[in-house]
């Protein structure tokens, strides 16, 4: 075993030390390493306290979720958090970084906890489909009160020091910058005091008000149902935290254990664990290491202050980064700007930003209708009218004026990259920065490598995705690219069974249930069936509903009625056009139960899915995942289409695919790549 302690001892204060990059996770030989500390401690009679703190960036980040899949072996965290409870000398928590999940719970062991001023305390597991199951759900309740513990477990958010001192949860904010000495003089204070040995496990003070009653949690459930839908690791989490009002510590430690296996062993939470893991890993990309060059992006340049212009300018206006906004007339420039504003005052009104901060935002934009205003910036972005021709146009008259080593990218969504590249003299400085609507909510960026883009300005786009709090995902240059193109079979498909006589509320209820926020005709009818069917010269339900100035939930309702609240039937005018535009068409009705409904309209998507893996559109199924769930809210419990379809098994999928071949024909026909790991019996 690597050695990762270090032991000190400061005239009566021990200091136990460990250091496991890069985060200090609680695997066995952390857990084994902490045992080894206190022990020692406990052997040396001149000590009266001791100090647990880490070194590197972090005291403890959790468990390590890496541990999760395999048989658990002993020192157990709850073994680990017992011994330091026991301790019969003084126990004080150093804290820095991010000591998270069973870190914190570590921490909840010790008498005392000190914290440095940028610390961020908190009890991720929610994310991870689990609940703190170290302790966390019986102790932080005792210490916050049920309330603030039903709020801070379930939405598993990161706990600045300053509110944790406020809350309670720690004791005493470091005052300097040296964290182990402010501790060890802490510490001596204490001694000194003859302070008693506060064990948070012992307290029941405010807990006690909320002893066998139930109502302050159903009150929660009701409030938060929406948010909560689907994760089945808060319905565990809410039982959890009643436990601690209702039981003596120890029985609802038990029970929490309980809750926490059954959570454990979960496919759900499997699913979000390889989320967790497969967020971090579409940032690496194999031939691009993390040392190559980055380009400084000081300030950008965005042409176009439409919906996805506006959207994209205030990602940039968010992170502190100037921008020059181009339009060609006027009153779009003020129309967009107004828009923008109007996004940020929302947020002032609900509390979530202060007038202050919306001003310095504002401030920030440059507006402009010259195109020699973006000659010195060092990122230019169009979010021009989705056409080749126009957005060649605008890139050979970027061109002309960018300053040389400015990155020039385009957001188009479907078009050739490596053709709108051409249009310039620096195709290796082209790039594709592909933002989801609404851009400055949505948090995927999918970042299009061209044949001829360089390696730093791939590395820079990567990056920035970060600074911008996107996830980015690398995508070569392919119709759709990723997230659309895999997206777009679910609409076909959605299409094909309202016109065999599929109830379209059935067909929303089941991707409903399955965990998205709404269904896909629903959502048609919020995007507004005019901008959906713009392209498309072709005699369909949409362009019917639109001629008869049906355009959605804006104007007339489309293939809902909708009342004044926004609550939806189904149109009976909808369902005569879909019946006339089905017999136009010669097409049959067919029945399709819910499962059925459910394989048409994903199983294609995870067959697309590997035909863009197939073309190396995608580097790894996980970036496909990583697409969906975060450019389309694909249900995160899930795990993202690829992985779901690891677990109902790729043989499944493929003899359902070909079963559904044979009935309507090509868009199910699988992909050889598909075939092929099934044949060889593999997964994505
Ligand atoms: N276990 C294993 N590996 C972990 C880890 C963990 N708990 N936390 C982070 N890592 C790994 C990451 O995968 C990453 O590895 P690579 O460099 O190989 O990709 C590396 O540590 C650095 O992580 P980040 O890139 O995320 O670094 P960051 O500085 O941006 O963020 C962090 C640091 C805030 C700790 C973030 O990693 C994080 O949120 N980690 C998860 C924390 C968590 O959920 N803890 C609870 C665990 S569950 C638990 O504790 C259950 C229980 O009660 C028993």
């Not at 029941?204 to 929406?226: C, L, P």
Request: glycine share 8%; net charge negative; aromatic share 6%.
């Amino acid at each position: 075993m690597a050695n990762l302690l270090t032991y000190e001892v400061h005239d009566d204060v021990a200091v136990v030390t460990i250091d496991s990059p890069p985060v200090n996770a609680l695997g066995f030989d952390v857990r084994q390493s902490i045992i080894k500390g206190f022990e020692k401690a406990a052997a040396d009679a001149d000590v009266q306290a001791i100090i647990l703190a880490c070194k590197g960036r972090t005291f403890f980040a959790g468990a390590d979720i890496r541990e999760f899949g395999a048989a658990p072996k002993s020192p157990l965290l709850p073994e680990v958090i017992a011994l330091i409870e026991s301790s019969p000398k003084l126990t004080i928590a150093a804290l820095h970084g991010t000591p998270l999940g069973g870190g914190l719970e570590t921490a909840l062991a010790c008498h005392y906890r000190v914290a440095t001023a940028d610390t961020r305390v908190g009890l991720p597991e929610v994310k991870l489909g689990l609940l703190p199951g170290a302790g966390g759900t019986q102790k932080l309740p005792r210490l916050v009160g049920i309330p603030a513990a039903l709020e801070i477990i379930t939405s598993g958010r990161q706990i600045k020091s300053a509110e944790a001192l406020e809350l309670g949860l720690v004791d005493k904010l470091c005052s300097g910058d040296d964290l182990i000495k402010d501790s060890i003089d802490f510490a001596k204070s204490l001694i000194a005091q003859d302070a008693p040995r506060l064990l948070v496990c012992e307290r029941n003070e405010k807990t006690a008000e909320h002893k066998g009653k139930s109502d302050i949690y159903d009150a929660f459930r009701e409030k938060n149902a929406r948010r909560f839908r689907g994760f089945k690791s808060v319905e565990n989490i809410i039982k959890s935290i009643q436990l601690s009002a209702d039981l003596p510590y120890d029985q609802g430690l038990k029970r929490e254990r309980e809750l926490f296996t059954e959570l454990q062993q979960s496919r759900d939470a499997a699913a979000q664990q390889y989320v967790f893991f497969s967020e971090r890993e579409t940032s690496k990309i194999p031939d691009i290491p993390k040392t190559t060059a980055v380009r400084t992006i000081d300030s950008v340049g965005i042409i176009g202050a439409g919906t996805m212009g506006g959207g994209i300018a205030m990602n940039f206006l968010n992170a502190n980064i100037p921008v020059t906004l181009l339009e060609q007339k006027q009153d779009a420039l003020e129309h967009g700007i107004s828009v923008i504003k109007k996004n940020y005052q929302r947020s002032v009104n609900s509390g979530r930003m202060t007038e202050q901060a919306l001003e310095a935002r504002m401030a920030l934009i440059t507006p402009s209708l010259d195109y020699t205003d973006l000659s010195s910036v060092d990122l230019i972005i169009e979010a021009v009218f989705e056409t080749m021709e126009i957005k060649k146009d605008v890139f050979r008259k970027i061109d002309a004026i960018a300053k040389p080593g400015c990155i020039l990218a385009s957001n188009t969504s479907y078009l050739d990259l490596n053709e709108i590249a051409e249009a310039t003299k620096r195709p290796q400085d082209v790039i594709g920065l592909h933002f989801f609507s609404p851009a400055n909510v949505m948090n995927l960026l999918e970042v299009v490598r061209g044949d001829k883009s360089d390696k730093d300005v791939i590395n820079t786009g990567m990056r920035l995705a970060k600074t911008i709090g996107k996830t980015p995902v690398l995508s070569r240059v392919g119709w759709g690219f990723i997230a659309n193109r895999v997206m777009k079979v679910r609409g076909y498909q959605t299409d094909n069974l309202i016109l065999q006589g599929v109830n379209p509320e059935i067909i929303d209820k089941v991707i409903y249930d399955y965990g998205f926020a709404m269904g896909p005709i629903a959502m048609k009818d919020l995007v507004g069936l005019d901008v959906l069917g713009r392209d498309s010269t072709e005699r369909t339900v949409e362009s019917v509903l639109v001629s008869m100035d049906r355009l959605g939930q804006k104007k007339n309702g489309g293939y809902y009625d909708y009342d004044q609240n926004r609550q939806r039937t189904l149109s009976p005018v909808a369902i005569e056009v879909i019946q006339q535009v089905a017999a136009e068409k010669g097409i049959e009705a067919v029945a399709a139960d819910e499962d059925e409904i459910l394989a048409r309209l994903l199983y294609p998507v995870i067959n697309e899915g590997a035909k863009v893996l197939d073309e190396g559109i995608a580097l790894r199924s996980c970036d496909i995942d990583i697409a969906c769930i975060k450019g389309y809210n694909w249900p995160v419990y899930k795990g993202g289409p690829m992985f779901w379809a690891n677990t109902i098994g790729l043989e499944k999928v493929l003899t359902k695919l070909r079963e559904f071949e044979q009935r309507f024909g090509e868009a199910f026909t699988p992909s050889p790549y598909l075939v092929r790991l099934v044949e060889e019996g593999k997964e994505f």
